[in-house]
């Protein structure tokens, strides 16, 4: 199914076309029925002559109403401009021309109706229609001239719909879904059901979904999904869908709510944007109306400058880099002009003439947004970010470090660490900084484990993550261990208490368990700072009551142990062991700790076999 909407003045015959073309009637409530005067959004369908089936979306012409127009316009990807050939150009045809190039909608025809009225006026009213459209994408679509009273014409325009619908390009079947709901309400015994156009994605019995409104995000399910009012396991796009939905009321959601496949778009509650048509923006009033799908949202304006501007908007919606928007001035009910969304996560202005600078960023960045930018702005980001964006392909995974190369979509200049992609420049200037920052501490602190990976966390601003740091530690040539990055090699070597230490490993070597004490450290000035450093080098152990030896101590103890009839007293192992209870004590519970030997009772333990 292909998905056209109705553009154009009210009383142009657009409804009476859509009825002429079906057999339905698209007027849904009885009150337009006997005004003659579409309201809200009206549906129908028909097969055509190429073997597709068209359903069409019914908007209202009138002024008022122009809210409702953009709700039906803003997910259909074709339209049929009508102008009535009795009343030519009018006030709303120009509205709905706005809006659609707003909307940036490049496929449709013009349909002049109402030939039977005034065939002296086709060619002019024709005429004065393409002079209003040149300049838009619509400018040099063809022209069909009907009367939906004779009949005439209709045939022409159902071949011409089939042309014009085979140029529109195919849709995304497979990927996320984001289906905007135009219409909510409740089937006794099914419980919610919501309507829309479905414009990429497939949509599918028992999917979870969300529904992202003007309240927290809600999960969802799908019950039965129909189009056309028959049932169908799964419908892809582009089509008009009904859903059915376990979760919610109908109460619950509402026209301009969005139903999305869970934890793959971001939702953004401030977007900056670029003038596509319109107004300079510049020229904007505080506050706008900002329309797309089927949403309607009040947005504060802060423009940069007369082609870009920042949207605050009231309610957080699933926008990705590349949407269009319809922006109204909430004082006037014509289209004020069309935008192009560029950035769902804009920075905040913290520094004097930030704003400035990031207008000419905005102005390097293109209509859909450019994953290259997002990283070189960022220095680094999550892949799943950028897939969030709609930047890169959900096939740009995490796969360890990859090379840059087209075959990939990896930028030439970007890095890749697991799920994070790094700007190659922003990698050498964390690694430079890291590099200064731990030799500083070498030189001024000799003895110092080196800087503690939350410490450079902090001084690279990458949030501690495990993989980035990483990798930046390799490309600063730098090693690890124990929580502190220090110089490749620094691991070796005390410094000022190196000689000191070496005395005392020829000392244990001799005697294993003749742990000095404490006067005997303070001969060799060796303090609690130079023993940390000594026992995070692997060059001795430090256990209970300060006793200091050598890291082959426990097990040197534990084949003396072993050869002790069992179980043994520690007045035996001290003797094994050849030192004094201060000595044997802390190794005994050290070898406990370690589940080497074990207490039987108060008095004796036993070797664990």
């Not at 059915?244 to 971001?266: S, Y």
């Not at 947004?369 to 702005?377: I, Q």
Request: hydrophobic share 45%.
């Amino acid at each position: 199914m292909y998905v056209v909407a109705t553009a154009g003045h009210v009383d142009h015959g657009k409804s009476t076309l859509v009825r002429a073309l079906t057999g339905m009637e698209p007027d849904r409530w009885a009150e337009e029925r006997r005004r003659g005067l579409t309201i809200d959004l009206g549906f129908a369908w028909t097969p055509l002559p190429s073997g597709e089936d068209v359903a069409f979306v019914d908007v209202p012409g009138h002024e008022r109403f122009l809210g409702n127009m953009l709700a039906g316009l803003g997910p259909a990807p074709a339209v049929c401009f009508i102008v009535a050939a009795d009343e030519g150009w009018q006030a709303q045809s120009a509205d709905h021309r706005d809006a659609i190039a707003a909307l940036g909608i490049k496929y449709g025809l013009i349909v002049i109706t109402k030939a039977d009225r005034a065939p002296e006026r086709v060619d002019a009213v024709l005429a004065q229609t393409r002079a209003e459209l040149a300049g838009t994408a619509l400018a040099g679509v063809p022209a069909v001239v009907v009367s939906a009273v004779t009949g005439a014409g209709l045939e022409d325009l159902r071949h011409q719909l089939g042309r014009m619908l085979a140029d529109v390009p195919a849709p995304a079947v497979a990927g996320r879904v984001r289906f905007w709901v135009d219409r909510s309400f409740t089937v006794k015994g099914s419980g919610a059901v919501v309507t829309g156009t479905l414009t990429a994605g497939t949509l599918a019995e028992n999917n979870r979904l969300e529904v992202l409104g003007a309240d927290s995000p809600r999960a969802v399910s799908v019950r039965a999904l129909h189009s056309r009012n028959r049932p169908h396991p799964s419908i892809g796009p582009t089509q008009r869908v009904a859903v059915n939905l376990r979760g919610v009321t109908a109460d619950d959601v509402h026209r301009g709510d969005a139903l999305v496949t869970p934890g793959v778009w971001p939702v953004a509650g401030v977007v900056d944007v670029r003038r596509t048509t319109g107004t300079d923006l510049d020229q904007a009033p505080g506050q706008l109306l900002v329309h797309v799908g089927t949403a309607t949202v009040p947005a504060r304006v802060r423009p940069f400058n007369a082609g870009h501007a920042r949207l605050m908007l009231e309610r957080e919606l699933p926008l990705v880099p590349g949407d269009r928007l319809v922006l109204r001035d909430p004082g006037s009910r014509a289209v004020f002009g069309g935008a192009l969304v560029l950035d769902v996560d804009p920075p905040e202005f913290t520094r004097r003439g930030a704003g400035t600078r990031h207008a000419a960023y905005l102005e390097t960045v293109p209509d859909g947004g450019d994953a290259r930018l997002e990283v070189v702005r960022r220095g680094a980001v999550r892949v799943g970010f950028l897939q969030r964006l709609g930047l890169v392909g959900l096939e740009a995974g995490a796969a360890g470090e990859e090379a840059p190369g087209e075959d990939n979509g990896i930028p030439e200049d970007v890095r890749v660490f697991g799920d994070w992609w790094v700007h190659a420049p922003v990698l050498d200037r964390w690694a430079a900084r890291l590099r200064e920052a731990v030799e500083t501490l070498a030189i001024s602190d000799p003895l110092a484990a080196g800087v503690s990976r939350g410490a450079a966390a902090s001084l690279l601003e990458v949030d501690g993550d495990d993989t980035l740091v990483n990798a930046i530690v390799v490309e600063a040539g730098m090693e690890q261990g124990g929580g502190y990055i220090r110089l490749s090699g620094q691991g070796t070597g005390l410094g000022p208490a190196e000689q000191a230490i070496v005395t005392l490993e020829h000392r244990l070597a001799a005697h294993p368990f003749d742990a000095p004490e404490g006067d005997d450290l303070t001969a060799l000035r060796l303090g609690p700072k130079e023993l940390a450093a000594a026992e995070r080098a692997g060059r001795i152990i430090r256990l209970d009551g300060s006793v200091v030896l050598l890291p082959t101590a426990p097990a040197r103890a534990m084949r003396e142990l072993a050869g002790l009839e069992q179980p043994f007293t520690t007045s035996q192992a001290r003797k094994a062991l050849g030192t004094s209870r201060r000595v044997a004590i802390p190794v005994l519970e050290h070898l406990d700790s370690r589940g080497w030997t074990r207490r039987v009772d108060g008095s004796y333990r036993e070797v664990v076999r």
